[in-house]
């Protein structure tokens, strides 16, 4: 009773505890962001939606208020209108609302992310970005639209992804490439953000200057005859101003406890977003002052809601029996019956992470691991959720994974994020070490299982090589020993029910792919066998080769004999360490792909077999399979399966498709249709600002316990954490709770450092719009075609829509209707193309803007055309180097240092290596792995030529080029593009 009474008095704690960050403060209101000012209003956006105040920060008032998400609003000259960037219609496009309220109008239409920077000086256009004619996503481009609506005009500058206007409308600041720096304080790579001035008249171009060191100015403004920026050259943002007259540079604000972000200019004045304040700068008299904004609203977001979909469900725990399956589900363990009942939720935990259920071998239980605490521990509670669920604190490096019970129920084995196996007593909480991998399994885990008499684990470990070996651990000894030898890539290890034998499967080709970092593995296939070990000496081989005699009985005969004796007898594994290597065996069944073996009674082994993907990083679709030993029978059950768990009975299997779950009976036949579970279903109550906490909390834990310098950089991580949890009281929407850990990770000073995702209200669906491949220009009031890209419409990846056969617009035609519907200049051409990607849409095309001449022609748009400017630019960049060496020069363009470049380098290389030199262009390049393929190739030595009696002489390597080679570089090639140029120099290549 006492017991109970303290987790009551917890939980109505832990309620007030929740209550209390609800508190957000509506006189004056934090984590504001992108605002803007005229000469009566300010403009900002919070809780993703756009608010209006007045320049005092009273009258706070709503200005939009869809689902989705409304951001950086800019004012017109004149203020009386609002450019905006909304997601209204499942889409990221540009809009226009008047500053008094009303009715968005959309202006732009095309699929791609087309971002609102500002207006012209006239206030008759909006300026605004856009990748959507761009060869590479690594650039935006600088574009207007007529406010009333229209055709889009692009500007002639290169690439840009922020920009606006001098009063006169006869400069352009603009930073070339986005920000690099928003998770990466004090960046000074390649991609640093620089300010550049365009002359409209004349096109030149003027860089405002940096220090030798480097810095990052960004949020480019003009007042008056001067540019203002924020930039990071002192070490935290603050603003500055550059004077074009006399080109000197003024440090302006000297924070140094918060930056200044999100800077924006108007009416003579900066306002800008510091420590989740508003505040304005005034040039003239060079203060700054804050505003105190209160927001009044009702903050849908922070309410407890219900949630469900299956996208939530991972780390399925089958029942003993197969009646049941436990999931983890959205930070709940929620268990799923088979065919009747309901979902049980036995955790109810909205402030913590509930993970890894695993059901106890009675079936009473299920143990997982919940960070309730502020750190990871063991639960092991009522499978019921009834009663008080018992805690035992871990030992490990802070997160834990994939606990299982040994089958007397006594232990628990795990593995924490030092790939470290341990062995918990259940009895007495006390944590036994096992061993460590060597290697950090960046592309596995420790694999580990229980033998039927508990009194040995077979795990696996790396060597420094990435090969996996299988081990037995000697519960009662605590020794651990090796299955084997290190010459193969060993995986899944199973015991047979019966103790005598020990299952796994391995590879002897998966050298090659071992090395996960190297491009070279990325042809490479290694396929693997499946073996048996028979553990103890005088125990026949389970795979003998049998012979029919007379006297014998049958093989069902011996079966339920050994069914009886399992039943009279508990079973003893029996290792024999001696000769044990001599005791493995290769179960007759042909090199495939094998993963997931498990055995469900003795000589009954199923697994997943693939015969491989595209590529190492893909296994292909996998089907469950069972092979007899008894019967020396292979039989495939179910197609595309991803994964399968048997019940310890081995009566019931569950199996993962996609995002659909079942329970079946173990049999000949399956049908995972027949018990469907219903996890779509399933629905657990929220608390998004009890989730948020745990969030932010887990994100910082992750860091600490995974972050490669444990001294974190320098930084004091505790100190951080107490630093950026002050703005979690005024997190309104999951979009705030971001910014606020990008705030802190940013502390870290490195790449590579990413986060994605997150719950929202706002994640509205995505409308596909339809495109044709094909640029346009304007002419006798129509569109007409003034590219239409090719591509290889046998690659579905590089269909041409209008390339294809029966279609054949070709570049002049004139794009005269769509569906039937005549299309004319000024209107949105693209705006025609709503919902059209992937359907059967009418045009009509023709040679002539009267339509004489013109016909019909069905097409299929495309979501996408970046890959058919990538490779049209590809292609011309190609030609132009053909032509202009006659033939001499190969040139090879590769976009990453992963599957694409791989695929890229693989295409262009080879037909050319006949030529007497090579231009190696990496511009762009998205990095990936370590791009030793392309240098090990560039390389290659000239050893021999083989004459031969007809034809020109054979050279090994036949593949390589001896003469001169180039690297072409920019600054926006990242990671494993930045280290490709420098072992290029470094090997002087």
Known sequence: MEAQMKRILAAVAAAFCCMSTYAVNINDTRLLTDPAVSNDHIAFAYANDLWVANLDGTNVRRLTSHPGVESGPRFSPDGSTIAFTGRYDGNVDVYVVPTAGGVPKRLTFHPLPDIALGFAPDGQSVLFSSPREVYTRR???????????????????????????????????????????????????????????????????????????????????????????RSDRSGEFNLYSYDPATKQVEQLTRYGDWPVVKATAGAGRIIFERGGYLSFFDPATRKDSRLKIGVSADLVEM?????????????????????????????????????????????????????????????????????????????????????TPREIKLDGAGFYFDPQWSPDGTKISYFDNSSTLYVLDVATS???????????????????????????????????????????????????????????????????????????????????????????????RSTNSMYVVVLAKGIPSPIAK?????????????????????????????????????RIQAIPLPEAVYTDLQVAKTGELYYLKSTGGQDRFERGDTSLTHYSLTKRKEDSLVEKVDGFELSRDGKRVLMKMKDSFSISDVGEKIDPAKHKLSIENIEVKIDPVAEWRQIFDEAWRINRDYFYDPHMHGNDWKAVKAKYEVFLPDVAVRQDLTRVMEWMFSELSVGHHRMSGGDSLANTDTIPGGLLGADYKVENSRY????????????????????????????????LAVEGKDLKYPENPYSRFERTAGRITEITVGPNPDGNGSRSVKVVPIEDESALRNRDWVEKNLRYVTDKTQGRVAYVYVPNTSTLGHQYFTRYFFPQANRQAIIVDERHNGGGQVADYYIDILRRPFI????????????????????????????????????????????KI
């Open 784 to 815: 007409r075609f003034a590219k239409v890209y090719g591509g290889l419409n046998w690659n579905p990846e590089l269909r041409a829509p209008l390339t294809e056969p029966g279609v054949d617009v070709k570049t002049g035609e004139y794009l």
């Open 139 to 229: 650039y935006t481009q600088l574009f207007t639209v007529p406010v009333t609506g229209g055709a889009v005009t692009k500007l002639p500058i290169p690439n840009a992804a922020k920009a606006t206007y001098s009063a006169d409308g006869k400069k352009i600041v603009y930073q070339p490439i986005g920000d690099a720096f928003n998770e990466w304080k004090r960046y000074r790579g390649g991609q640093v953000a620089r300010l550049l001035i365009f002359d409209t008249a004349t096109n030149a171009v003027e860089q405002i200057p940096q220090p030798a060191t480097r810095c990052n100015d960004t949020d480019p403004m003009w007042i008056g005859d001067k540019v203002y920026f």
């Open 303 to 387: 309410r407890p809601r219900w949630a469900k979909g299956a996208k939530y469900a991972r780390h399925a725990s089958l029942s003993p029996s197969g009646a049941r399956a436990a999931f983890e589900y959205r930070g709940e363990i929620v268990t799923v019956p088979m065919e009747k009942g309901d979902d049980r939720d036995i955790t109810q935990s909205p402030s913590a992470n509930d993970r890894w259920p695993a059901w106890s071998p009675d079936g009473k239980s299920i143990a997982y691991f919940t960070d309730e605490s502020g750190e990871y521990l063991l639960r092991i509670a009522a499978q019921d959720g009834k009663g």
């Open 944 to 987: 021999s030529y083989w004459a031969m009696r007809y034809g020109g002489d054979l050279k090994t390597p036949m593949a390589s080029i001896q003469g001169p080679k180039v690297m072409l570089i920019d600054e926006t090639a990242g990671s494993g593009g930045d280290l490709l140029p420098w072992m290029f120099r470094k090997l």
């Open 546 to 582: 049998e012979s029919d005699e007379e006297g014998k009985k049958s093989d069902e005969a011996k079966t339920d004999e050994k069914k009886s004796d399992e039943k009279k007898e508990p079973v003893k594994v029996t290792v024999d360490l001696d000769g044990l290597s001599q």
């Open 430 to 524: 006390a944590s036994t070490k096992i061993a460590s991998n060597p290697m950090y399994p960046v592309t596995s885990s420790m694999e580990h299982t229980w033998s039927p008499d508990s009194k040995w684990i077979a795990y696996t470990r790396n060597t420094p090589q990435y090969m996996d070996t299988v081990q037995l651990y000697s519960v009662e000894q605590k020794k651990s020993f090796t299955v084997g030898d290190e010459m193969a890539d060993a995986s899944d290890p199973v015991f047979d029910p019966n103790g005598k034998y020990l299952y796994f499967v391995a590879s002897t080709n998966a050298g090659p792919t071992s090395d996960w970092f190297s491009m070279w593995n990325n042809s490479a």
